[in-house]
């Protein structure tokens, strides 16, 4: 039962390079999201999807583009890369209004 | 749309001492609560969670929670604590019987000291 898979699980970045960050959900869930978690600053929502062809933006959108093609992927994109976007990101699915599961993080450095 | 407020960023406790996580959310409907723990360097896990009945809800771990719709809180506690507890907690929330998403507070760090 493998949940939501996280890939990759570290990236380092140059500055100005672009980069997919890939997620997918075996659990036929409606809702996926993506998160960033800096130090201190608890999760803050990038991008949300609440199904297959349907996305809208979170808290901290700018710099990231998501898409939703099927139910189970909700790949996240970087397309110039800045310090500023050094931080864990995590994805989590979840049904209608029940609890989110969450992948293992992918930590990305930008240098 | 709804909110939610985790009032301590740091909660430091002394081993085999209870702690009590706070958590308030406001929302004009019916909510689900839940409440998770994030170990160093993993992703969150589900501690507990509130849907409906009663309103003492046991999780993993030895946690507890209650869900107080009067005072729209929703705190999580343990009677004793081990150096093993010392994590990030998160609280979340949804509106019931509702397709909608999940709102994250902004996180406690419980740090247990020997």
């Known amino acids: 039962n493998a949940g939501v898979t996280q890939t990759p699980k570290f990236r380092i970045l140059k500055i100005g390079q672009s980069m997919t960050l890939q997620c997918t959900q075996d659990?036929?869930?409606?809702?996926m999201y993506w998160y960033r978690q800096d130090p201190g600053m608890g999760l803050k929502l990038i991008y949300y999807?609440?199904?297959?062809?349907?996305?809208d933006k979170g808290e901290v959108p700018n710099g990231y583009n998501v898409s939703r093609s099927t139910t189970e992927d909700f790949p996240l994109r970087l397309e110039l890369a800045a310090p500023s976007q050094t931080s864990v990101y995590f994805c989590?699915?979840?049904?209608?209004?029940?609890?989110?599961?969450f992948g293992q993080g992918t930590r990305l450095t930008v240098v | 749309a709804q909110s939610v407020t985790q009032l301590d960023s740091q909660v430091p406790v002394f081993e085999e001492a209870p702690v009590e996580l706070r958590c308030n959310y406001s929302?004009?409907?019916?909510?689900?609560l839940f409440w998770y723990v994030q170990y160093p360097n993993q992703g969150l896990q589900l501690l507990l969670k509130?849907?409906?009945?009663?309103?003492l809800v046991k999780g993993i771990n030895g946690f507890e929670a209650e869900f107080n719709k009067s005072q729209t809180s929703f705190h999580l506690r343990k009677p004793s604590v081990h150096i093993s507890d010392t994590a990030e907690y998160f609280c979340?929330?949804?509106?019931?019987?509702?397709?909608?998403?999940?709102?994250f507070g902004g996180g406690t760090r419980l740090m247990v000291k020997p």
């Open positions: 989590a699915s979840s049904g209608q209004a029940t609890e989110a599961f």
């Open positions: 659990m036929n869930h409606n809702y």
């Open positions: 999807s609440v199904g297959a062809g349907i996305t």
């Open positions: 929302s004009s409907v019916s909510v689900y």
């Open positions: 509130y849907l409906s009945g009663s309103t």
């Open positions: 979340a929330v949804t509106l019931a019987h509702a397709g909608n998403m999940l709102t």
